[in-house]
């Protein structure tokens, strides 16, 4: 499973990549907003810093103005990756964009047609908002098991990426369910670390080791 951070944050970024396990970064408009005015040198910085895929989503509302700042967004690196929302609107617009040779990744989906479509359309990325679907009581889990079963039905190359992911469990179940990629907020990644009795044992391994008295393992 491919591990992006959902962040654009940039430090955050770079304590995470240097981890070695983080492939690509999606952000949104309320992430970037909460980086403050200079959005186009923090885009391009994350750009730089990432290797791997990095999403950017449109602000533009009307077809016309989304497929021109798609086409502006993927220029800015061979690693970005075009986000935008799923609209019944925007359906040729994505087309075009694929036909284009556009890399996209349609977010805020919420049901198994909507990804169906855009998978039909060629994206490279399709992203289920797991969390936001618990929010209203649904289980945002299905989801992801609903696409991963379509995508095995229909064998489309389109990528599931879970996104929404709010705690551990989200991203353990969206791996063990099959989603190529799960974007998770960086403090998951330490969350996800720890486990009581991993800490316990390496107490006990270094009281039992220390009772030898002895400074150096190798000598
Ligand atoms: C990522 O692509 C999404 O924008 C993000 O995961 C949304 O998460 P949230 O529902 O916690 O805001």
């Known amino acids: 499973m491919k591990i992006f951070l959902d962040s654009a944050d940039r430090k955050l970024i770079e304590k995470y990549l240097s981890t070695g396990l983080i492939d690509g970064v999606t952000t949104n408009p309320s992430l970037l907003s909460a980086q403050g005015q200079n959005t186009k040198e923090v885009i391009l910085d994350i750009l730089r810093m990432v290797p ?50 556009v890399q996209l990744n349609i977010t805020l989906v919420f049901s198994a047609l909507q990804a169906l479509m855009v998978a039909k359309l060629g994206v490279t990325y399709i992203s289920p908002f797991v969390g936001r679907l618990d929010d ?34 989200h991203w353990e179940r969206a791996a063990l369910l099959g989603a190529d990629v799960a974007t998770v907020p960086p403090a998951l990644i330490e969350a996800a670390c720890h486990h009581p009795l991993t800490e316990l044992g390496i107490k006990k391994f270094d009281q039992d080791w220390q009772k030898l008295g002895k400074q150096s393992l190798l000598e």
């Not at 967004?73 to 990756?81: F, M, V």
């Not at 009581?137 to 929404?164: H, N, R």
């Open 52 to 101: 791997g895929d990095v999403s950017i989503e449109v602000v533009e509302k009307s077809p016309d103005a989304v497929y021109e700042q798609a086409h502006q967004i993927a220029k800015l690196g061979d690693n970005a990756i075009v986000k935008i929302p799923f609209a019944f609107e925007y359906l040729p617009t994505i087309a075009k964009l694929v036909e284009d040779g």
């Open 136 to 169: 209203i009581g649904s289980d945002g889990m299905v989801l992801i098991e609903d696409l991963v079963t379509l995508k095995q039905q229909y064998e489309f190359p389109s990528q599931i990426l879970a996104a929404s992911i709010r705690h551990v469990m």
